[in-house]
Each structure stands twice: as structure tokens, then as C-alpha cells.
């Protein structure tokens, strides 16, 4: 019993030792955005402000970059993305779970080769796309790549197939068509790993930094990620500012983050659910 309470506290310190190692970066991000420029050139390096009510580098940040607007292009984006992964994804993993049509295996396999392949094999005839259909510079270009989700496929086609047929029998039974069981029976099922999906999705769109720099370079027009590498070439000679403009960014999302943690975790842990 003693040698198990010492591998329980070995265990424990060595997991508070890597929280501490990953939460360094976001608190170092904090305390940078309150030092002056002075603090920031010191040698020895100078853990903490000397005022923590020092606010010119949120000052600072503000004027640079439009942050309503980048808010508003951020939440639009992240919210046409979501919808679009939910909506087409859903149909998708239903209709490759549960019905049979010519092409099927070919189909679901061209879905998984996407999943494997960079991301940024697409870029090129993704703005081309856009570029002929004058969307550049859109809300709608952030959202165009994100119109079609490989990975929500295939994960709701896994739960689709871990549903047993008796429940669509009594659908059909109860006088059903595809559809109303689809929308009454097999998405209230799945809605776990739905929102899962929906979590996912939104923290993709957030992280994401190269396409919204391809599709738009009108920064009134640019989500956060996009917005804060403008910052950081207006605030070169303050880092503060930079930091300042990294914790607006990262408020939001991690307040999302902090509510919905429960769906994220089972998020994760359905990835590796088979069929």
C-alpha cells in the first residue's frame, strides 16, 4: 500500500510538472502584455511587470488592429463552418452508415484519401474557385474551404453504424420515409457527437491562420488568427502590444473552451470509435 501512494504522488508530480511546462507559454503571454518596453529589453530577463494596472499595450493593440470588426469576421466564420460541418456532415456519415447507392465504397474512400492528404494541396484550386466566382475578400471565402468536413463524415458515419437497424425497422414501421428517420430517430442519437464535431470544427476555424491570409487581404475583412499577424508587424518594436492583442484573442475561446470542456473531452475520445 506504501509503494502504491508513492507511485500515486510520482504520478501526480510529474503530471503538475507538465502542467506547469504547458500553462508557462499563455501565463508568460499575460504577464508580458502589462510590461513596458523597458521591461521587456531587460537582461536578466524580468519575470513580472512592475504594474500590473499598466494598460497602454491593450491601448495600443486596439488602435492598431479593428477588433469588433475581427470578432464579428471571426464568429461569422466560425459559425458558417459549424453549420455547414454539422448540416452536410450529418447526411454524409447517414447516407454512407445506412443506405446503399451505386459507388458507395468508391465514394467513402475518396472521403478517407482526403482526410490523409495535406490541406494545403488545396489551396491553390480553392482560391482559383473563388477567384472566378468574385468571392475573394468575404466572409463566405473564410468559409467556402470548410464547406465540406472529411474527418465529420467519417466520424458520424462510425456512430450512424453503431446504432442497431431495429430502431430504424420501428421507424420504418411506424410509417417513416428516410428522411423524418434520419431527423426524428438517428441525429437526437448522435447529438453527442454532433456538438463533438461542432466543438472541433470551431476550434479549427479559430486556429487557422494561412487561408484567411490567402482568401482576404483587406483586414476589415480578416478573422482574429489573421488580424493578429498584422499586429505583429505594426507593434514590432513593442511585443507588449503583441501579447496585449494574443490574450484579447484568446479570452474568448478559451471561455468556450472552459463551458463545453465535457463535449471536447468525449470529442476525443469518439475519434477512435469503430463501426
Not at 475583412?221 to 502590444?241: D, F, I, R
Request: with cysteine.
Amino acid at each position: 500500500m506504501h509503494k502504491q501512494k508513492k507511485i500515486h504522488l510520482g504520478t501526480h508530480i510529474v503530471l503538475i510538472i507538465g502542467s506547469v511546462i504547458m500553462l508557462f507559454p499563455f501565463l508568460w503571454m499575460i504577464l508580458s502584455s502589462f510590461k513596458t518596453v523597458g521591461e521587456q529589453m531587460m537582461i536578466p530577463m524580468k519575470i513580472f511587470p512592475s504594474n500590473f494596472g499598466n494598460l497602454e499595450n491593450y491601448k495600443q493593440a486596439l488602435e492598431a488592429v479593428p477588433f469588433v470588426k475581427l470578432y464579428i469576421n471571426t464568429i461569422l466564420m466560425i459559425a458558417g463552418r459549424v453549420l455547414c460541418a454539422v448540416v452536410f456532415s450529418s447526411m454524409a456519415g447517414y447516407g454512407f452508415a445506412r443506405m446503399q447507392f451505386p459507388g458507395k465504397n468508391i465514394l467513402f474512400g475518396i472521403v478517407l484519401l482526403q482526410m490523409m492528404v495535406p490541406g494545403q494541396i488545396f489551396i491553390v484550386p480553392q482560391y482559383m474557385m473563388l477567384s472566378k466566382m468574385n468571392l475573394l475578400n468575404s466572409v463566405f471565402a473564410l468559409i467556402f474551404p470548410a464547406l465540406v468536413s472529411a474527418f465529420g463524415t467519417f466520424l458520424l458515419r462510425q456512430q450512424y453504424m453503431s446504432i442497431p437497424k431495429e430502431l430504424e425497422e420501428a421507424a420504418v414501421l411506424d410509417g417513416c420515409n428516410p428522411w423524418q428517420t434520419f431527423v426524428k430517430v438517428m441525429v437526437p442519437i448522435t447529438k453527442s457527437s454532433i456538438a463533438s464535431l461542432a466543438i472541433f470544427t470551431a476550434l479549427f476555424a479559430w486556429k487557422d491562420l494561412m487561408w484567411p491570409l490567402i482568401a482576404n487581404n483587406d483586414l476589415n475583412k480578416m478573422p482574429l488568427s489573421a488580424g493578429l499577424s498584422v499586429l505583429q508587424g505594426v507593434c514590432q518594436t513593442n511585443k507588449g502590444a503583441l501579447m496585449a492583442g494574443s490574450v484579447i484573442a484568446t479570452v474568448p475561446m478559451l471561455i468556450i473552451y472552459l463551458l463545453c470542456q465535457k463535449q471536447f473531452i468525449e470529442g476525443i475520445a469518439q475519434t477512435g470509435i469503430k463501426g
